[in-house]
């Protein structure tokens, strides 16, 4: 049985998330904690203790409200409800780094899609932080058949094979293609060596090359290519950190039309 961590904010994106996680996992076979983080910045004064009761009380109901929700629509689905006072990215990343967990899914906010996430959100806290599988699902992204998975890689390969395991898994789960998108400026020729070790997957391979920025490269690639899921691997002062450096473009023109899955090597 999967098991999945799903922060929530009783926001629509959330709860789009927590539907999403469980149409991809599959409700009977997937446990799903459903995790809401409050709390105020102290406790040194009675007033902020009554606002964290406060907070608690109107988190539970919202809560109560939100799985009977759910459950009217996925009645098979086994939905473990979490309230915690805590910091939300060190709570999150807690929870995910425990071992507990095969994935963390979260929504992203505002029409922007990803773009948001890498800008200071809780959800860009938890990417850079925890080694655990994260998967972000874009505002009012609803779930649809994952024929093809695209997987970005740039002129760093990563290390370790397994480090693919919860790709394959979403892969096998969906009996979905796997597209090998190669990101650089030239040919690098360890990509064959990601090739030899995927094999068993049969995946395909297509070569974006050109302009050297990375982002872009992506981004026009994914709005004339719309697979169902995108699965970056992040590593350090690699790939995926050039991906999401600080320039304007990334924040003015990188917007993911579909879920991405982030593994970490």
Request: hydrophobic share 40%.
């Amino acid at each position: 049985m999967d098991k999945i961590l799903v922060p929530v904010d009783f926001s629509d994106t959330s709860s789009n998330a927590l539907r999403y996680a469980i149409e991809l996992f599959g409700a009977s076979a997937t446990e799903i904690t459903v995790l809401h983080i409050y709390g105020t910045t102290s406790n040194a004064a009675l007033l902020m203790k009554n606002i964290d009761g406060v907070l608690e009380n109107d988190a539970k109901q919202k809560m109560n409200e939100l799985l009977e929700q759910i459950e009217k629509e996925y009645p098979a689905a086994v939905l473990k409800p979490t309230i915690i006072k805590n910091s939300a990215v060190s709570a999150i990343v807690a929870l995910g780094d425990s071992g507990n967990f095969d994935y963390i899914v979260m929504g992203t906010k505002g029409a922007s899609g990803l773009k948001e996430v890498f800008m200071g959100s809780v959800a860009g806290g938890v990417i850079s932080k925890t080694s655990a599988p994260v998967l972000v699902v874009p505002t009012g992204h609803s779930f649809r058949k994952l024929d093809e998975i695209v997987l970005a890689v740039g002129e760093r390969v990563f290390s370790d094979k397994e480090i693919l395991a919860p790709l394959r898994r979403i892969l096998t789960l969906h009996q979905s293609k796997l597209k090998v998108l190669h990101i650089a400026e030239k040919e690098h020729p360890d990509i064959k060596n990601v090739l030899d070790d995927i094999q068993d997957l049969n995946p395909s391979i297509e070569y974006a090359f050109g302009t050297g920025n990375t982002h872009r490269d992506l981004n026009d690639y994914l709005l004339n290519d719309y697979s169902g899921l995108l699965c970056l691997i992040r590593e350090k002062k690699g790939f995926f950190e050039r991906l999401l450096d600080g320039s304007v473009t990334l924040k003015q023109t990188f917007d993911s039309p579909v879920p991405l899955l982030i593994l970490h090597d």
